[in-house]
């Protein structure tokens, strides 16, 4: 029996103790709907990262495996995806030439790099970084390299070469070389995005008119673009359209992914290690977020901490395999999770599919035109494009509008690497602003109960010798001097006043920097004839306070709750027994 130690860093342990036929026919079925899926993206993910298209192949089988011993999602596809591509082709199109050994060796070091990052933060258990990404800002993100992907694909599509990792570069490229279209290429190029835009909206309603059933009707939709690959192929191998300057894939190795081995070169490895925490941020984060998402429709969960263990180990596996960066894709998660996968083990049956196909198939995509393969990646990417967050962002939070614009400008004008680095900073600078200015409202009592609420909302009761103030964020170095400014600006001119209750409820932490502005705080009160107190104090945060000498020193007292400090100090509410009520600060 596995003990819970081996058991947390394995899950393959616990469900596979419960693995039976029936969840083994799910698995099945849903592995050969998303192999069919996978093997063009794959291929177009590879092309679209730089590298030979069976580089993409090999990236989705032996990572797939890893992960099916090491993740917690039950449906979680890994492989490559579009974002993390162009990331990797940015990367790397910097350190060496596309088509060169040492481009496919940087990317092998790129992903190993990757990996090693995840694998440490699971170990550590640092899961909880991926909180510091706000989700607008990763959304503007994604939105942004979702066009920048799309564009990146009109050369593919009509014959040309587009240079450069921003938009107005790549844009200005194709501009200048309009008279060079291939109409052969072009044609080629509409014709699948036309058949692909419909079999992603049409096909299937169609199928069910005709009185196919739901599930047959699905499956047909998602080998979609596998008609369109045959259909393109067959037309430029019939056709001689090679010979005519419609790019194709060409040959590719007949065979299973090759070991391979990372550079160690130290020069290599200093100019992708921030390139590399980057891609492992972001696939983190959207890795998470879709596991996260399709865990909660069937009442599971996952594990971020050991999604970082198994991501990790899936990049490690892609670098040994003539691979690339890898994380969880949202399409190929979502059709699992459509196509009824139960386990992990559908990935395993996945990544042998793909394992067969790049054994037995490769020969037949020869004449695959690129350009069929651009229009895939178009089609795919477009779905992540959500323009709404702007209007939506803007309506709710002029904050939030502005880290989601900034971080889609710095994207699409200078490029991908410069607008995660953005999107991480801006997320960083926007919880930094608000917390540094925290919401204090000044509270009184709700007439007939024992509750305080802003007088401001509320009819309340107040006292002129008493101002409590309710603290609606943790106190730390960068808002206790914005709380200060606060209390002594509503202090000073009131002569009337003697006592100020600081309400705690919603304070969860108080640092040291925190608890110096405190104790100043509470001298200067002093010195103006009026008593610092605290009441609904969190047990943590009061348990701290013990280990000082704050609470010695402190003029007032620490209530437990907010309604006995009011009875109290305002000498109101004289039925109520408060002796066991109060807690000294001793």
């Given amino acids: 029996m596995p003990t819970s130690s081996s058991a947390r860093y394995l899950p393959i342990l616990q469900w596979g103790r419960s693995y039976d036929r029936h969840v083994l026919t799910n698995d099945l079925l ?21 590298l030979p298209p069976e580089a993409g192949l090999y990236a989705s ?37 596309a088509g060169t050994a040492g481009y496919a060796v940087a990317a092998l070091t790129l992903a190993f790099l990757s990996g090693g990052m995840l694998l440490v933060m ?64 072009l044609v080629i190029g509409a014709f699948s995005l036309g058949f692909l835009f419909w079999v992603r909206r049409g096909l299937k309603p169609l199928l069910r008119r005709i009185g196919l059933s739901a599930r047959p009707a ?5 080998a979609g673009p596998v008609v369109a690959i045959a259909a393109s192929t067959f037309a430029v191998w019939w056709l001689g359209l090679d010979n005519s300057g419609v790019a194709v894939v060409g040959a590719v190795p007949q065979s299973l992914p090759p070991f391979t081995l990372p550079s160690f070169d130290l020069s290599l490895i200093q100019a992708l290690l921030l390139p590399a925490a980057l891609i492992s941020l972001i696939g983190f984060v959207e890795s998470v977020s879709v596991g996260q998402t399709l865990a909660a429709k069937r009442r599971q969960r996952i594990d971020p901490d050991q999604e970082l263990v198994a991501l990790g180990a899936a990049n490690i596996g892609a670098s040994l395999t003539g691979g690339f960066p890898v994380t969880g894709g949202f399409a190929r998660s979502v059709v699992n999770y459509d196509a009824g996968a139960a386990t992990p083990a559908a990935g395993a049956f996945t990544a042998i599919g793909l394992a067969l196909a790049a054994l037995f198939l490769t020969p037949l995509i020869h004449f695959l035109p690129k350009a069929t393969l651009a229009a895939t990646i178009v089609v795919a990417v477009l779905s992540l494009v959500d323009l709404s967050i702007l209007k939506r962002s803007w309506g709710y939070s002029k904050a939030d509008f502005s880290a989601v614009a900034a971080t889609m400008a710095v994207t699409l004008v200078v490029g991908v690497e410069a607008g995660v680095s953005a999107g991480v900073l801006l997320s960083l600078v926007l919880h930094l602003y608000r917390t540094s200015r925290p919401h204090v409202a000044e509270v009184g009592l709700v007439p007939g109960t024992e509750h305080f609420r802003n007088i401001h909302r509320f009819k309340v009761e107040t006292d002129p010798t008493v101002l409590t103030l309710r603290i609606d964020e943790s106190l730390y170095f960068a808002n206790t001097r914005y709380l200060e400014d606060v209390i002594l600006k509503r202090v000073t001119g009131d002569s009337a006043l003697r006592h100020v209750i600081l309400m705690c409820s919603a304070v969860n932490e108080i640092d040291l920097s925190a608890l110096e502005t405190l104790e100043s705080l509470d001298h200067r009160l002093r010195d103006m004839g009026v008593t610092l107190h605290f009441s609904e104090v969190k047990g943590p945060v009061m348990d701290r306070l ?40 001793s």
């Fill in 61 to 97: 089988i032996v990572p797939i495996l890893l992960y099916t011993v090491f993740g917690t999602s039950r449906v979680l596809a890994v492989g490559p995806v579009a974002v993390v591509s162009l990331m990797t082709a940015a990367t790397i199109g910097q350190v060496a030439e």
């Fill in 30 to 50: 849903a592995a050969v709907i998303v192999t069919i899926m996978l093997i063009p993206q794959s291929l177009a993910y590879a092309l679209l990262a730089g």
């Fill in 546 to 585: 013990h280990k000082t000498e704050f609470l010695t020193h402190l003029a007032g007292k620490v209530f437990v709750s907010q309604f006995e400090a009011f009875c109290r100090l305002t000498g109101r509410c004289a039925a109520h027994d408060l002796s066991t009520h109060v807690q000294t600060a």
């Fill in 122 to 185: 699971g170990l550590l258990r640092l899961g909880f970084l991926a909180n510091f990404l706000s989700h607008p800002v990763i959304s503007g993100f994604i939105s942004a390299s979702g066009i920048l992907i799309a564009a990146s694909q009109i050369g593919p599509l009509t014959g040309l070469k587009a240079d450069g990792h921003a938009l107005f570069p790549q844009l200005a490229s194709l501009l200048a070389q309009l008279g060079k279209v291939s109409l052969a290429t």
């Fill in 218 to 222: 699905d499956m047909l939709a998602k």
